[in-house]
């Protein structure tokens, strides 16, 4: 198994930074075997809207988008992953990974994602309060079983 924590750019960040973070990360996973479980976790800074019959986003997420949900749907597209947080229906609470309660900003950009052909079958995904480090972001979890 292949764990790989992420802290990608802020979506305020120059394309060209952003370009090379996505190419690099891109790079990483490509050069993983397809018979290793790969998991990508933490902070891509990105709002991957939401779709019906996707493999990549599921109907439950946030329904906005920004230039790096986008960046990231498109790398997912081409490696064959899917961003399993959107698949599961909860409530908002449970759904948003981000909040900035000063400014009244909340948010999904901490995601799990897993190959869409994985033998770990991902059952839920959601974010919990409470757990206390001094940061904005709230502790996403998820629960897996080996099919």
């Known amino acids: 198994m292949i764990i790989i924590g992420v802290y990608a750019p802020s979506d305020d960040a120059d394309p060209l930074t952003k370009d090379m973070f996505f190419n690099k990360l891109t790079h990483i996973i490509s050069d ?3 018979d290793k479980e790969l998991f990508l976790l933490g902070d891509f800074n990105s709002r991957t809207g939401t779709e019906t019959n996707s493999p990549v986003v599921g109907q439950y997420g946030e ?3 920004n230039d790096n949900g986008l960046r990231l749907r498109g790398m997912c597209e081409s490696l064959n992953l899917k961003i399993m947080n ?3 229906p909860h409530r908002d609470i449970h759904k948003l990974t981000w909040t900035q309660p000063t400014r009244q900003l909340r948010s999904i950009i901490d995601y799990l994602i897993q190959r869409q052909n994985s033998k770990l079958k ?10 206390e480090c001094g940061s904005d972001h709230h502790l996403v979890v998820s629960n897996n079983i080996y099919i």
């Open 32 to 34: 993983i075997k397809h």
């Open 63 to 65: 329904r906005s988008t």
């Open 86 to 88: 959107g698949f599961f």
């Open 122 to 131: 991902t059952i839920d995904v959601r974010a919990y309060r409470g757990a």
